[in-house]
């Protein structure tokens, strides 16, 4: 069964750093893309980036480039999402997701990252 | 940038109603369009991909259709378990995927 299992809520400060994870089991890891989508309090989903754990190879949306970095460690089956300096608009619910020939087919239950002084 | 539109942006109806949604996109897509459910406080969950294949385990009463720039997602006879906000989404091979703005759908 493939499980999508992210880390727990956040609340932050402007300026800090953080770091989540979303760890996957059940399937083959390091040969199919997986990757990060934002949903914004009472807002629709925007696809952030992804990442293909074998050789790290990582793409990015171009709405979002630079603001964080998509990392992975292949020999746990965990993929990372980075912020270096937090901003208040980057509160929202992260998702990761599973990506298989053109959809995401199994989603992580979401992190939820407040941002706030 | 290909841009999507959804139509309605909200919806009440009747238990047992046909429900249509339609996605459109700016330019041509050919049939690189799937659809998400999402339920409120929970993740997306695949519906549709490829503009008309139902994912496995979705039940029979969600169909797609459509190509080109005009798709629809159907629900045959809405159930009570239907409330939610339905996504499409659109992908290419840059990668480049773009979501439209969602339609919530509730009971009458």
């Known amino acids: 069964e493939v499980q999508l299992v992210q880390s727990g809520a956040e609340l932050k400060k402007p300026g800090e750093s953080l770091k989540i994870f979303c760890k996957a089991s059940?399937?083959?890891?390091?040969?199919?893309?997986i990757g990060w989508v934002r949903q914004m309090p009472g807002k629709g989903l925007e696809w952030m980036g992804m990442i293909y754990p074998d050789d790290s190879d990582t793409k990015y949306s171009q709405s979002f480039q630079g603001q964080f970095t998509i990392s992975v460690d292949k020999y746990i089956n965990t993929i990372y999402l980075q912020w270096n300096s937090l901003k208040a608009s980057d509160t929202a619910m992260y998702y990761c997701?599973?990506?298989?020939?053109?959809?995401?087919?199994?989603w992580g239950q979401g992190t939820l990252v407040t941002v706030s002084s | 940038d290909i841009q999507m539109t959804q139509s309605p942006s909200s919806l009440s109806a009747s238990l047992g109603d046909r429900v249509t949604i339609t996605c459109q996109a700016s330019?041509?897509?050919?049939?690189?369009l799937n659809w998400y459910q999402q339920k409120p406080g929970k993740a997306p969950k695949l519906l549709i991909y490829d503009a008309s294949y139902v994912e496995t385990g979705v039940p029979s009463r969600f169909s797609g259709s459509g190509s080109g720039t005009d798709f629809t997602l159907t629900i045959s006879s809405l159930q009570p378990e239907d409330v939610a906000t339905y996504y499409c989404q659109r992908y290419d091979n840059v990668p480049s995927f773009t979501f439209g703005p969602g339609t919530k759908v509730d009971i009458k």
């Open positions: 330019q041509d897509i050919s049939k690189y």
């Open positions: 059940g399937y083959s890891f390091r040969s199919q893309w």
């Open positions: 997701a599973r990506f298989h020939v053109g959809y995401f087919d199994f």
